[in-house]
């Protein structure tokens, strides 16, 4: 068998990925006929593909790549572990320094007393932790018949059986047997297309009392936790009405059900602050973390749990966990990566300085005819593509469109950004700096130009 390499022609490498390689969230046919678009090689915020386009990366990879592609001290750390210890488990009472170094410092940089970490490969992963935990701390406080969880439709938590059915994207449910029982979906506050005539604050603490009324319904004793991200991402970079999150703190509050913060995308430094749980002034119990926490250079994510959490659960044998729970060589690069994300300022360089002018020049995109609304928080944000701003109108026809041709004119411009329906988003490496910023916003604005004449 031949072997590839990133020089080797596209169309070979292409029908060989047509051919065998089944992509996720992918129409498969399609790659027979359009082919994927091969990425070879990454530096800082840009890729390079097979065809030598050197592309602006608005969404991080997946909104994972916080510090940007290339870094070579990540390179050297996963070099160094796999020499020393390549591999050995946690389970059964054993250990190893990555692990016990990378839980200890995602302690410290957690708010409160989330002073625990049980370590997964990924988001959906932990998520899936994060359901047998809550199920089992009640269990174990006496209260067994609190197995019901509660998260929101268009919300998204991993595309495992347990994390999709956490999850609410409906076209996920429609496939597989999900959701699984016991998980029950409420409205997000998704004011731009959902909000009608009442004011964001109305609409916001409105779309949080269904929190209130759902547990009411299920019954207040039998409700296990409620989980939800700070700011939805693959949901559309729905940011929430400032109404919203203080009334569902104080209804989780009120009813004593945990809150399970799924900062998956929102974690290290994407909103601003390490965590979105502290953008958004919430007090989590346990809060999901993957892609920012290696910059997606390993696979790797936790369930960071709080004091009260963590010693029900430690009072038992909790049977859960995955053969790479804590894998070395991603815990080694995990640390690495939190070290310079700190040590190099990148954090707060973001927030302070490259955040702020990402959020001016983003805000402008409203001035163009297409473009009802931009939110933007840190380095996540999106805009509402709309045919009437005055009446936030959908497009006629199928929704999406407008999205996708929008998409496509940005992939030509070598621009990623992603839509989600007729909303497009960003979320670029926390290190693209200000002239990025602008190479950034004068591509989408010529995208958008491109998709409006497209749309006529
Ligand atoms: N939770 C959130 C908020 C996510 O955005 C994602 C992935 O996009 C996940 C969980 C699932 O993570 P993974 O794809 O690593 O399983």
Request: with cysteine; aromatic share 6%.
């Given at each position: 068998?031949?072997?590839?390499?990133?020089?080797?022609?596209?169309?070979?490498?292409?029908?060989?990925?047509?051919?065998?390689?089944?992509?996720?969230?992918?129409?498969?046919?399609?790659?027979?006929?359009?082919?994927?678009?091969?990425?070879?090689?990454?530096?800082?915020?840009?890729?390079?593909?097979?065809?030598?386009?050197?592309?602006?990366?608005?969404?991080?990879?997946?909104?994972?790549?916080?510090?940007?592609?290339?870094?070579?001290?990540?390179?050297?750390?996963?070099?160094?572990?796999?020499?020393?210890?390549?591999f050995y488990n946690t389970f059964f009472q054993t250990s190893h320094?990555?692990a016990?170094?990378?839980?200890?410092?995602?302690?410290?940089?957690?708010?409160?007393?989330?002073?625990?970490?049980f370590f997964a490969n990924?988001?959906?992963?932990?998520?899936?932790t994060?359901?047998?935990?809550?199920?089992?701390?009640?269990?174990?406080?006496?209260?067994?018949?609190?197995?019901?969880?509660?998260?929101?439709?268009?919300?998204?938590?991993?595309?495992?059986?347990?994390?999709?059915?956490?999850?609410?994207?409906?076209?996920?449910?429609?496939?597989?047997?999900?959701?699984?029982?016991?998980?029950?979906?409420?409205?997000?506050?998704?004011?731009?297309?959902?909000?009608?005539?009442?004011?964001?604050?109305?609409?916001?603490?409105?779309?949080?009392?269904?929190?209130?009324?759902?547990?009411?319904?299920?019954?207040?004793?039998?409700?296990?936790?409620?989980?939800?991200?700070?700011?939805?991402?693959?949901?559309?970079?729905?940011?929430?009405?400032?109404?919203?999150?203080?009334?569902?703190?104080?209804?989780?509050?009120?009813?004593?059900?945990?809150?399970?913060?799924?900062?998956?995308?929102?974690?290290?430094?994407?909103?601003?602050?390490?965590?979105?749980?502290?953008?958004?002034?919430?007090?989590?119990?346990?809060?999901?973390?993957?892609?920012?926490?290696?910059?997606?250079?390993?696979?790797?994510?936790?369930?960071?749990?709080?004091?009260?959490?963590?010693?029900?659960?430690?009072?038992?044998e909790f049977n859960h966990g995955y053969t790479y729970s804590g894998h070395p060589?991603?815990?080694?690069?995990?640390?690495?990566?939190?070290?310079?994300?700190?040590?190099?300022?990148?954090?707060?360089?973001?927030?302070?300085?490259?955040?702020?002018?990402?959020?001016?020049?983003?805000?402008?995109?409203?001035?163009?005819?297409?473009?009802?609304?931009?939110?933007?928080?840190?380095?996540?944000?999106?805009?509402?593509?709309?045919?009437?701003?005055?009446?936030?109108?959908?497009?006629?026809?199928?929704?999406?469109?407008?999205?996708?041709?929008?998409?496509?004119?940005?992939?030509?411009?070598?621009?990623?950004?992603?839509?989600?329906?007729?909303?497009?988003?960003?979320?670029?490496?926390?290190?693209?700096?200000?002239?990025?910023?602008?190479?950034?916003?004068?591509?989408?604005?010529?995208?958008?130009?491109?998709?409006?004449?497209?749309?006529?």
């Open positions: 068998m031949t072997i590839l390499t990133p020089n080797s022609p596209t169309a070979e490498l292409q029908a060989l990925d047509a051919a065998h390689h089944m992509h996720p969230f992918t129409h498969g046919a399609g790659l027979g006929e359009k082919g994927a678009r091969i990425i070879t090689r990454a530096e800082g915020c840009w890729l390079n593909d097979s065809d030598g386009n050197r592309i602006l990366d608005a969404m991080a990879g997946l909104w994972c790549v916080n510090i940007g592609y290339g870094r070579e001290e990540l390179a050297e750390a996963a070099a160094r572990q796999m020499r020393e210890l390549p320094v990555p016990i170094n990378l839980a200890a410092r995602l302690a410290e940089l957690a708010p409160g007393d989330l002073n625990h970490v990924s988001g959906s992963e932990a998520n899936d994060n359901l047998r935990m809550v199920r089992t701390y009640w269990q174990e406080k006496g209260q067994p018949q609190r197995q019901h969880v509660i998260s929101r439709w268009n919300g998204y938590h991993g595309s495992s059986v347990g994390s999709g059915s956490l999850g609410g994207m409906k076209g996920m449910h429609a496939q597989g047997g999900m959701p699984i029982p016991g998980i029950h979906h409420i409205d997000q506050p998704y004011w731009y297309l959902e909000g009608g005539n009442m004011s964001e604050d109305d609409f916001g603490l409105a779309r949080a009392q269904l929190l209130e009324e759902k547990i009411l319904e299920l019954g207040a004793d039998n409700v296990a936790a409620f989980i939800a991200e700070p700011i939805q991402g693959a949901g559309g970079v729905i940011v929430p009405p400032a109404t919203y999150w203080p009334e569902i703190q104080r209804i989780v509050d009120k009813y004593g059900i945990l809150l399970i913060a799924d900062e998956v995308i929102c974690g290290f430094g994407r909103t601003g602050e390490w965590f979105g749980s502290q953008t958004m002034n919430i007090r989590p119990d346990i809060m999901t973390v993957a892609k920012g926490l290696s910059s997606g250079y390993q696979p790797i994510g936790a369930s960071i749990v709080s004091d009260g959490v963590a010693k029900v659960i430690d009072g038992v060589v991603a815990c080694a690069v995990a640390l690495e990566n939190l070290r310079l994300l700190d040590e190099e300022g990148i954090v707060t360089r973001a927030r302070d300085e490259t955040g702020p002018y990402l959020k001016a020049q983003f805000e402008t995109l409203t001035d163009h005819p297409l473009v009802g609304e931009a939110k933007i928080v840190g380095h996540m944000g999106s805009i509402a593509l709309t045919p009437d701003k005055a009446s936030r109108a959908r497009f006629a026809g199928e929704a999406g469109t407008a999205g996708f041709i929008t998409r496509e004119r940005c992939f030509a411009n070598n621009l990623i950004m992603r839509h989600v329906g007729d909303r497009m988003i960003i979320s670029p490496p926390l290190v693209i700096s200000k002239e990025e910023i602008d190479t950034l916003i004068e591509r989408a604005r010529r995208s958008l130009d491109e998709a409006h004449a497209q749309l006529q």
